[in-house]
């Protein structure tokens, strides 16, 4: 009993501060404005020169950077209110007062003008039959689909700016996260997660609950932890909180989360009109945007977290391991660091049964045809030495020349476990000549 107490004073306190920004957003460019007027004056040090009086000031020529410098600053602190405004006129009073005036006034005063020309009742109703659905049509795709499209352009850019200059004025510089690839990875991933937990709160509300309201009422939760994950974003994407962090900060603290959003989400809600239901959230938005850069969320309050984003994040997961994971990528997850037998492990993976027989298909043919290529070597080497035999005995340096070639060659044409006998006798042939040039230099030096 205690603990519901405290979740639904939470709820309280999370309405009451939610709509704190309708009052904030009055007086915040005024404390803006007045902190930048007030001078900054910094104590003297010792030795350090007075200030300079007014009439020294006066005397000197004032830089228009200085003033200009000024002039920006005021300006880009102070446009809280000026952004608060365009978004209402936009939203409210062009967008959603032009397709009421449609609705409720062009469409009924061309339906009395018909009744008032035709009489007859057949006549008007035909008439009216594709009157009334091709202006619909003509309106919808000529006003109402560019200009839903552009505001939504224009809005998430001055949602931005609004939440930036509340930020800078209450915590200073933002903390953006560090790493580009990871900024924009977050706020790619964050986008596909609420659109997930959007149709995930739809289909919950149209499940097949005997229990009458419950669908609705799990649908206004999930509405409501939506609609503060929209408005606290801004504030936590500013002070560097990563996705992760966000989600949990919400689904542990759910149930001040859910009294900042209701309001929204009920509101929102009541228009029958998705149109009309995105005009008023969209007037709406950047005061609840201030009243989360103005809050201090009640953490602690209930010991089981709601993980009411559990669903779409594995399912986010799932896709993206998916898409990263595909067939022969394992082996390159791997690191390439050398083997026991120094081989790069990593670059490949294993083979299998038809492949290893393969291979070993492949070296045994190898085999077989060094084997036979150094039998018609040595076939050419016999052939050689009997050649030599029937001719003259050469003289000594071409006997050793004949005899080193003829090593080589057998070097070449035997297998490779004699070849460290073969390069014993090339050393103890070949450098015959080498010796007695070395030995003639060293007595030529004496």
């Given at each position: ?14 309405i ?44 000197q020529?004032?830089?228009p ?13 102070s ?10 006129m936009?939203?409210?009073g ?11 006034a ?14 007859n009742?057949?006549?008007m109703?035909?008439?009216w ?12 795709s000529?006003w ?9 352009i224009?809005?998430s850019?001055?949602f931005?700016?609004i939440?930036?200059s ?6 200073g510089r933002?903390?953006l ?5 990871k ?5 790619l991933?964050?986008?596909l997660?609420?659109?997930l ?13 005997p ?14 932890l ?17 996705l ?11 149930p ?10 009920v509101?929102?809600?009541?228009p029958?009109?998705i149109?009309?239901s ?6 709406l ?6 009243s ?6 009640k ?40 083997g026991?037998?120094?081989s790069?492990?990593?670059l ?16 045994q043919?190898q ?18 030495r ?15 020349s004949?005899?080193?070639s ?7 044409a ?7 006998y073969?390069?014993?006798l090339n ?14 230099q ?5």
């Amino acid at each position: 009993m205690e603990t519901l107490c405290r979740i639904g004073a939470t709820v309280l306190h999370g309405i009451l501060d939610s709509i704190k920004g309708i009052t904030v957003v009055f007086y915040l460019d005024k404390e803006a404005n007045r902190k930048l007027s007030q001078p900054t004056t910094k104590p003297l040090a010792v030795g350090q020169p007075p200030a300079r009086t007014k009439e020294s000031l006066s005397s000197q020529p004032r830089t228009p950077s200085s003033s200009n410098s000024l002039v920006s600053k005021r300006i880009e602190e102070s446009k809280v209110l000026k952004r608060v405004v365009q978004c209402s006129m936009l939203n409210g009073g062009i967008f959603m007062l032009s397709i009421l005036f449609f609705e409720y006034a062009v469409l009924p005063g061309l339906h009395l003008f018909l009744w008032y020309l035709f009489r007859n009742s057949t006549t008007m109703t035909t008439v009216w039959g594709w009157m009334q659905p091709s202006l619909s049509l003509l309106f919808n795709s000529f006003w109402v689909a560019p200009l839903f499209l552009l505001s939504k352009i224009v809005n998430s850019l001055w949602f931005q700016d609004i939440a930036d200059s509340a930020y800078k004025f209450r915590k200073g510089r933002p903390q953006l996260i560090p790493s580009i690839s990871k900024l924009i990875a977050d706020t790619l991933i964050s986008l596909l997660i609420q659109i997930l937990f959007l149709l995930q709160s739809t289909l919950v509300k149209y499940l097949p609950v005997p229990v009458p309201f419950a669908c609705t009422a799990i649908y206004m939760v999930h509405m409501s932890l939506l609609c503060s994950l929209y408005t606290f974003e801004y504030k936590w994407f500013n002070m560097g909180w990563e996705l992760h962090k966000r989600l949990t900060y919400i689904e542990q603290n759910w149930p001040y989360f859910l009294g900042f959003g209701l309001p929204l989400a009920v509101l929102s809600e009541l228009p029958n009109s998705i149109v009309i239901s995105g005009c008023v959230f969209s007037v709406l938005f950047p005061l609840f945007i201030i009243s989360a850069n103005e809050a201090t969320p009640k953490v602690d309050v209930c010991e089981t977290p709601l993980k009411l984003f559990s669903i779409v994040v594995a399912l986010t997961n799932a896709l993206f391991r998916g898409r990263t994971k595909g067939p022969g990528k394992a082996a390159l997850s791997q690191p390439l660091t050398p083997g026991p037998g120094g081989s790069m492990r990593g670059l490949t993976p294993p083979l299998s049964a038809s492949s290893s027989a393969f291979v070993f298909q492949q070296q045994q043919q190898q085999q077989h045809r060094q084997h036979h290529s150094s039998q018609q070597k040595q076939q050419q080497h016999h052939h050689h030495r009997s050649h030599h035999h029937r001719q003259p005995s050469p003289s000594p340096s071409a006997a050793s020349s004949s005899f080193a070639s003829s090593a080589s060659v057998q070097t070449t044409a035997q297998p490779a476990h004699q070849q460290p006998y073969q390069t014993m006798l090339n050393r103890a042939a070949v450098p015959v000549s080498t010796r007695t040039s070395s030995s003639t230099q060293r007595h030529a030096k004496w």
